[in-house]
């Protein structure tokens, strides 16, 4: 079991650029989940998918945001036209669909810096 | 909507000394499970604890436990015996039934002294 990987770890870019982040899941798991944490919070909720169905999408998550997972597998989120603040550390996680084992685990983050 | 509420911002304690993190929320659902992570500096989100509402029992998982008080929506976290390796920040989460999206508080720093 490799857990659930985060592609980059780290990104600085522009504003104005985009950026698309990838996360692997751990391979059993049919549900992932994004979210966003900023210094000092606590995460909060973006979107997630049961295999390749995305089944809900915060409000948060505004039009220049785009997730898909095309396979059921690993998943992508893209910013388009990035903003400042959008810098945040972006966390994805992965879970069972069961009421027995609903608990996620969460990858390394990818960290975005808008400068 | 759910809250999670975490009231100490900061807690620091000597090592081997037992604490006590709080958590507080609020929600109309009646099936639905309460979780703990740790987020050590740097490092990625671990799972410490879990709690499903149905069950009256509270969790253990060696040297941490839970006191949950349902009626008052209480899910506080007991660290027994600390150690240097549980300083971290430790978040409270909430998770409707049917595995969905956790709803986190606002963490609590824990900072475990030799």
């Known amino acids: 079991d490799t857990g659930v990987s985060q592609d980059p770890r780290h990104k600085i870019t522009k504003r104005g650029q985009n950026v698309t982040f990838r996360c692997d899941p751990i391979s059993e798991h049919n549900r992932l989940y994004w979210y966003r944490q900023t210094l000092g919070q606590g995460p909060e909720f973006l979107t997630y998918?049961?295999?390749?169905?995305?089944?809900?999408k915060s409000r948060l998550l505004s039009d220049r945001f785009s997730a898909e997972r095309p396979k059921g597998s690993f998943s992508t989120l893209e910013i388009q036209r990035t903003e400042q603040g959008d810098s945040a550390m972006y966390l994805c996680?992965?879970?069972?669909?069961?009421?027995?084992?609903?608990?996620?685990?969460f990858g390394p983050g990818t960290r975005l810096t808008v400068t | 909507a759910q809250t999670v509420t975490q009231s100490q911002p900061e807690m620091s304690v000597q090592e081997a000394e037992t604490v006590t993190l709080s958590c507080t929320y609020d929600t109309s659902e009646s099936n639905y499970y309460l979780f703990w992570y740790k987020q050590p500096p740097s490092r990625q989100m671990i799972l410490v604890i879990r709690q499903e509402a149905y069950k009256q029992q509270n969790a253990t998982e060696n040297r941490f436990s839970v006191n949950f008080q349902k009626a008052a929506k209480s899910f506080s976290l007991k660290i027994s015996d600390s150690q240097l390796g549980d300083t971290a920040m430790y978040f409270c989460a909430f998770m409707k039934g049917g595995a969905q999206k956790l709803v986190f508080g606002q963490g609590t720093r824990l900072t475990i002294n030799p």
């Open positions: 998918f049961q295999n390749e169905a995305q089944l809900e």
């Open positions: 996680a992965s879970s069972l669909a069961s009421a027995q084992a609903p608990e996620q685990y």
